[in-house]
T-cell receptor, first 111, second 115 residues
């Protein structure tokens, strides 16, 4: 069935380390793909998106590339900051545009 | 604030009471989505509404839960006779149109606690 699989957390990194959070999806067709971020006690904010194969979404130093051949949308950042500590959710837009979500990956960045 | 507004931020109810969660979409948005985030779990779609119409309610529990989005006023998610298992964060999102590449904009959520 339709699903999103994210790497399990928590992920703990030191400041300025390289970040990768893996995300793969199972869906029919070529859905739009999204990364959302949830800071402690807050709602979800759109981080970046990609709407077709080979598109690269980017924002705030984060990037993710829509890989059709591997059905993946891995999130990367070259140098994380303490302020990046949050939970990151990978999602795609399924039928009737409802978002299908991964379970989220918690990131903690230590100074 | 032109974002999605949800209230209350926190809601406490005793078992058997009713919970009403409100969501005002972003200005100009006529599509509203409700999601539920259970503790230690990801988000699950509940219902998709467009002004006065329920488009997709495939994620709504069959009993006790209902949603509406009237012509005037906010969208309401209503839970009757709440039980402990209803404790969760409920998020509302809105979008301008139904194109799949348009992102959904989220509110800060309502955290429902059942005593």
């Amino acid at each position: 069935g339709n699903s999103v699989t994210q790497m399990e957390g928590p992920v703990t990194l030191s400041e300025e380390a390289f970040l990768t959070i893996n995300c793969t999806y199972t869906a029919t067709g070529y859905p739009s793909l999204f990364w959302y971020v949830q800071y402690p006690g807050e709602g979800l904010q759109l981080l970046l998106k990609a709407t077709k194969a080979d598109d690269k979404g980017s924002n705030k130093g984060f990037e993710a590339t829509y890989r059709k051949e591997t059905t993946s949308f891995h999130l990367e950042k070259g140098s994380v900051q303490v302020s990046d500590s949050a939970v990151y959710f990978c999602a795609y837009a399924g039928n009737n545009r409802k978002l299908i979500w991964g379970l989220g990956t918690s990131l903690a960045v230590n100074p | 604030n032109a974002g999605v507004m949800q209230n209350p931020r926190h809601l406490v109810r005793r078992r058997g009471q009713e919970a009403r969660l409100r969501c005002s979409p972003m200005k100009g948005h006529s599509h509203v989505y409700w999601y539920r985030q259970l503790p230690e779990e990801g988000l699950k779609f509940m219902v998709y509404l467009q002004k006065e119409n329920i488009i997709d309610e495939s994620g709504m529990p069959k009993e006790r839960f209902s949603a509406e989005f009237p012509k005037e006023g906010p969208s309401i998610l209503r839970i009757q006779q709440v039980v402990r298992g209803d404790s969760a964060a409920y998020f509302c999102a809105s979008s301008h149109d139904s194109a799949s590449n348009q992102p959904q904009h989220f509110g800060d959520g309502t955290r429902l606690s059942i005593l």
